[in-house]
T-cell receptor, first 117, second 113 residues
Framework: DAGVIQSPRHEVTEMGQEVTLRCKPI?????LFWYRQTMMRGLELLIY????????DSGMPEDRFSAKMPNASFSTLKIQPSEPRDSAVYFC???????????????FGAGSRLTVL | LAKTTQPISMDSYEGQEVNITCSHN???????ITWYQQFPSQGPRFIIQ???TKVTNEVASLFIPADRKSSTLSLPRVSLSDTAVYYC??????????????FGSGTRLQVQP
């Protein structure tokens, strides 16, 4: 498996623009997580899905942020409108729940580095 | 949330053994301890997980005393490539509450030649 795939790897945009980050989880994984990492706040859990259904979005900073998972192989995190304080690295991770070897641990993507000017 | 406490940073030299301790005084009966490693410009990567006593894999060892209020990640004979941030998480492995998914500040390990 190619692992968790995120795109774009880097995005530079101007304040007020819409930003869409994409994630393809590992096939067969039943959970998908979106994290944000900054120097000041570290790794923050934004939202996570189980079998494509949002379970907990209490970490989403404000209404400008939204996330969807239309199917088991794709998720998006959207920021509209973007602001300079949204600049961060956004990570997607997936996880398989169960008893098998390798289950119940997070596998992260390489991240999407967002810069909002 | 289960709170973990780790040193902010550690320095070592190539070839030395490095021990990073994580304190988790309010660990619950069903909680496991999980460690992740994060290299610059990459996402965290799972290293090791344990419940009690000692767990060893090809990367590291994890020592957990009987009271389980702390744990120690041991990296044998570190190299420059072990320079990374190491995170300790506490929670029930199959749980998906925020408690089990929260990363603390981590320990930044710098290995010198």
């Amino acid at each position: 498996d190619a692992g968790v795939i995120q795109s774009p790897r880097h995005e530079v945009t101007e304040m007020g623009q819409e930003v869409t980050l994409r994630c393809k989880p590992i096939s067969g994984h039943d959970y998908l997580f979106w994290y944000r990492q900054t120097m000041m706040r570290g790794l923050e859990l934004l939202i996570y899905f189980n079998n494509n259904v949002p379970i907990d979005d209490s970490g989403m900073p404000e209404d400008r942020f939204s996330a969807k998972m239309p199917n088991a192989s794709f998720s998006t995190l959207k920021i509209q409108p973007s602001e300079p304080r949204d600049s961060a690295v956004y990570f997607c991770a997936s996880r398989l729940t169960g008893e098998s070897s390798g289950a119940n641990v997070l596998t992260f993507g390489a991240g999407s580095r967002l810069t909002v000017l | 949330l289960a709170k973990t406490t780790q040193p902010i940073s550690m320095d070592s030299y190539e070839g030395q053994e490095v021990n990073i301790t994580c304190s988790h005084n309010n660990i619950a009966t069903n909680d496991y301890i999980t460690w992740y490693q994060q290299f610059p410009s990459q996402g965290p990567r799972f290293i090791i997980q344990g419940y009690k006593t000692k767990v060893t894999n090809e990367v590291a060892s994890l020592f957990i005393p009987a009271d389980r209020k702390s744990s120690t990640l041991s990296l044998p004979r570190v190299s420059l490539s072990d320079t990374a941030v190491y995170y300790c998480l506490v929670g029930v492995p199959m749980d998906t509450g925020r408690r089990a998914l929260t990363f603390g500040s981590g320990t930044r390990l710098q290995v010198q030649p």
